[in-house]
């Protein structure tokens, strides 16, 4: 039973903290509220076993693979995207050993460096030190970098039509707010991001690491599965029936999901974006993104995508990163909206801004 409900109003999205009394298996990552912030020790997780001899991928009751269950990518946070510098003509395979563990720390330190207020409020109210946060498995990850193609680990380059939409973008938003960690400049509620406003994190950043919220939870039924997630709280149906895309004047956050098993692998194929959720500011009549679910040990399912839009990038590229099972994290309420005092007082601090110089002149 929740004994406690925090909502913080942050600058960026809203953080809701819900401390439980003991349930058996569950856990959530060392924190302590009103109380001395702790560091958990780093400890190395250990990249995943290679099936045993002769073990199968389990089958749902129907005949399908399993993979469903309660997941995480907590260790992946401060994995980087794309290869770090240092690490020219590697392969993120061949980056093992002492070499990772190397690298493992340095992350580790750097996330402690770039996220102060995680060890707490410095009036002494409150510490929040991964109490909301898996701050603790921050850079933890058991791979140096995510892009797996190109080999080289690097995004490829934009193409001049992206560039050029890029350019219109920024010329739009001159003189006006570009961040939520800005106090001026913000004209209305458009003015930030979908983040910031409790709607969506987009495909695939609903399922990329934050600093909290890194639950998610697959459910399969026979001609479907759904992905919930925990931070924004959504869910992707996702049919698997073969039935075509929707119209390409119908456009979605999240876009239009059609799924189909290759072997052991669910493949899902997303299309329909509106252009305010493309990934990467790619274009909402082109980009495509093929995810691949396959699970690789008993608690391990693989999560690879390949991004695809001849009109933002020269060729297509892939990232992959785990999902780790582990049930006894299930997905926890995100009551973003309830506690989203930010968007006003921001809001209303520009207001004030406002009027403090008019009253100047």
């Known amino acids: 039973m929740t004994r406690l409900l925090t909502v913080l109003g942050t600058s960026a999205a809203v953080i809701v903290v819900a401390l439980s009394a003991p349930i058996a298996g569950q856990t959530r990552s060392a924190g302590v509220i009103g109380g001395a912030s702790q560091t958990p020790p780093i400890v190395i997780p250990k990249p995943p076993k290679a099936p045993r001899a002769g073990w199968v991928p389990p089958k749902t009751a129907w005949g399908d693979p399993d993979i469903s269950g309660n997941f995480t990518n907590k260790y ?16 993120v395979d061949d980056v093992r050993g002492d070499e990772l563990n190397q690298l493992v720390q340095a992350r580790q330190k750097l996330a402690e460096e770039r996220a102060p207020f995680l060890a707490g409020d410095p009036t002494g109210r409150i510490r929040g030190n991964g109490a909301f946060s898996d701050r603790g498995e921050m850079g933890k990850g058991n791979r140096a970098w995510m892009v ?47 983040y910031d406003r409790c709607i969506t994190r987009g495909l695939p950043g609903s399922m990329l690491p934050a ?12 001609g479907y599965v759904a992905i919930r997630y925990e931070m924004i709280h959504e869910t992707r149906v996702i049919p698997l029936d073969n039935r075509p895309h929707v119209s390409g004047k119908l456009h979605l956050d999240m876009g239009d999901a059609r799924g189909h098993w290759e072997g052991n692998t669910l493949v899902v194929e997303t299309t329909n974006f509106r252009e305010r959720t493309a990934y990467r500011q790619a274009s909402q009549e082109s980009l ?43 997905v926890m309420e995100y009551a973003c909206h309830e506690g989203n005092y930010a968007m006003h007082n921001m809001l209303s601090g520009a207001r004030a801004d406002e009027r403090a110089a008019a009253g100047a002149r």
């Not at 992946?76 to 392969?91: I, S, V, Y």
């Not at 600093?211 to 026979?222: A, E, F, K």
């Open 288 to 330: 495509k993104l093929i995810e691949r679910f396959t699970r690789t040990a008993p608690d391990v399912v693989e999560w690879t995508v390949t991004v695809d839009d001849p009109a933002t990038w020269v060729r297509p590229w892939t990232f992959s990163l785990p999902l780790t099972i582990a049930d006894h994290e299930p």
């Open 211 to 222: 600093i909290y919220g890194d639950s998610y939870h697959i459910v399969q039924g026979p």
């Open 148 to 194: 797996i193609d190109p080999a080289d680990g690097r995004i490829p380059p934009t193409t001049a039509q992206a560039q050029q939409r890029a350019a219109a973008r920024a010329a739009a938003r001159t003189g006006r707010a570009t961040s939520s960690f800005s106090n001026t400049g913000f004209d209305s509620y458009l003015d930030f991001s979908l």
């Open 76 to 91: 992946e946070q401060g994995t980087p995207m794309e290869r770090p510098a240092g690490l020219e003509g590697k392969r």
